[in-house]
């Protein structure tokens, strides 16, 4: 440390920002981003637990599957799910890798899929899950 040139004896201040950079606020896991936009987005439903988590690396593999899902909800006449996989099927399209989760998780006994875009933290889309579209009904995470 130094002295001021004008008052010997007074030391010059040190500026601990060149020692400590500022780090950025820590980025919340997958895990939990998508808990949160779950939250915010279903709060009036009650407390929601996410049971499994898939972040999608190839989205647009998906895409045929999902229309295929949409002609069979039209076909059978179950005109909202045809419509919520239609939000599912234009999400597919559009996410870049890595940028579109697909969550089970629970309000109380009810059991559902979310669709979630992680790069505008907003839900896509939300089927019940009572055809297994995650697959077989085990908890993965928060066990």
């Not at 989205?59 to 059978?76: G, I, N, S, V, Y």
Request: glycine residues 6%.
């Amino acid at each position: 440390m130094g002295t001021f040139a004008g008052n010997p004896g007074r030391f010059t201040p040190l500026d601990l920002r060149q020692y400590f950079p500022l780090c950025p606020p820590p980025v919340p896991s997958h895990e939990e981003q998508v808990a949160d936009i779950l939250d915010r987005s279903l709060h009036d439903m009650g407390p929601v637990r996410v049971e499994r988590l898939v972040i999608l690396s190839r989205p647009d593999l998906l895409a045929a599957l999902w229309q295929t899902h949409k002609r069979r909800f039209l076909t059978e006449g179950r005109f909202e799910r045809a419509l919520r996989a239609q939000l599912v099927l234009e999400a597919l399209k559009g996410a870049a890798p890595g940028s579109l989760a697909v969550a089970r998780a629970t309000v109380g006994d009810a059991v559902f899929v979310a669709w979630v875009d992680l790069a505008r933290s907003v839900l896509v889309s939300v089927l019940e899950d009572d055809e297994g579209l995650f697959g077989p009904h085990e908890p993965a995470i928060n066990a």
